[in-house]
């Protein structure tokens, strides 16, 4: 269930999208085995892998590691992909693509507040080849004013800097007329510390409908469809 964490007054200046868990869908189970194979770990250590793959995302995600030092500290095997090698080609395929599907009824609901003039906004924890990808994209590019990735400017949401350059990449608005809209609580609490409203969300595109601005763009046939 999509829980709202501060009251939402309408109306708000623009809307900040976290991309993964909101606007992109999770992987598919079979994507994680996939990967973890091409990494060298042995049948039915998936989640092993995941353990250790998110517990050094972090650094990679902030621009800290580059891709081919994050990618030697997870291979097994004796595997090895060093700069220019296929393997660590066939890495950064693989990872991008777990994350570069989008979820057709929030990408609805986007392109309904961009046809009212509302500014949006993506601020997203991602190393420089997944940004590199979702910029690329005809959603991020026709529908997103400004796409604020942590690689890019080396820190991590809940880091209040990364609030501040979405923040600043959109003109400064007041953080109050800010609707930022996370599947993280934690980042919304980050949020909210800098005085955002915020809407957790977990999954219910139709509440999430509810909690956005009064427009009239959010109450048209084909919005209704895709988030029934």
């Not at 890495?91 to 929030?106: K, N, S």
């Not at 190393?127 to 026709?142: F, G, I, K, M, N």
Request: with cysteine.
């Amino acid at each position: 269930m999509t829980t709202f964490h501060t009251p939402v007054r309408m109306p708000v200046d623009a809307v900040i999208w976290d991309y993964n868990g909101v606007l992109g869908l999770q992987p598919e189970h079979a994507m994680w085995v996939g990967l973890a194979d091409l990494a060298g770990w042995p049948v039915g250590q998936v989640p092993a892998f995941q353990a250790e793959f998110w517990r050094r995302r972090e650094a990679y995600d902030a621009g800290e590691l580059a891709d081919h030092a994050f990618w030697s500290r997870l291979l097994r095997g004796g595997r090895v992909a060093p700069p220019g090698s296929a393997l660590l080609d066939a890495l950064r395929r693989a990872d991008t693509g777990m994350w570069t599907r989008t979820d057709p009824a929030v990408m609805e609901v986007l392109r309904a507040v961009q046809a009212s003039g509302t500014p949006q906004a993506v601020l997203s924890n991602a190393p420089h080849v997944l940004a590199d990808a979702l910029e690329r994209t005809s959603w991020c590019s026709t529908l997103v004013a400004k796409a604020v990735f942590s690689a890019r400017i080396g820190v991590n949401k809940p880091d209040a800097r990364a609030y501040e350059a979405a923040l600043v990449a959109l003109g400064w608005p007041s953080p109050e007329r800010i609707l930022f809209v996370d599947d993280r609580l934690d980042n919304c609490k980050a949020a909210e510390r800098l005085g955002m409203r915020t809407v957790h969300y977990t999954g219910d595109p139709q509440a999430l409908v509810r909690e956005l601005p009064d427009l009239p763009q959010l109450q048209s046939p084909a919005v209704a469809r895709a988030t029934a």
